[in-house]
């Protein structure tokens, strides 16, 4: 069983759940769905995938938005392991 713990918001919360033993953790990058205040700035998503690429933990990034081209430089931005998209043009 994998443990994944999606939309952390700050470095610490991310760094106390992968202590707790995360698998994954998820991230909402920058980008112009979703809640704003899950948003986290591009350079808190690197200092926290940094770390948790060090430890071996897979980075998600969380897309809420439904623009192809957002998504593509979010993407290439952030690099993550893995993409979790929710297509709902209510987001």
């Known amino acids: 069983m994998k443990n ?3 939309s952390l918001g700050n470095y610490n919360e991310s760094v106390a759940t ?3 033993g995360a698998d994954h953790i998820g ?3 920058m ?3 979703g ?3 899950h948003r986290v700035p591009f350079d808190v998503v690197d200092r926290i995938f940094t770390e948790a690429k060090r430890r071996g933990v897979k980075c998600v990034a969380i897309m809420l938005n439904t623009d192809p081209d957002e998504m593509i430089f ?3 931005r952030i690099k993550p ?3 979790h998209l929710i297509m709902n043009r209510y987001v």
Do not use: R, W
Request: charge should be neutral; glycine fraction near 4%; aromatic fraction near 10%.
């Open 4 to 6: 994944q713990i999606y």
């Open 18 to 20: 992968m202590n707790a």
């Open 27 to 29: 991230l909402v990058p």
């Open 31 to 33: 980008q112009s769905g």
């Open 35 to 37: 809640v704003p205040a």
């Open 74 to 76: 979010i993407a290439n």
């Open 81 to 83: 392991d893995k993409y």
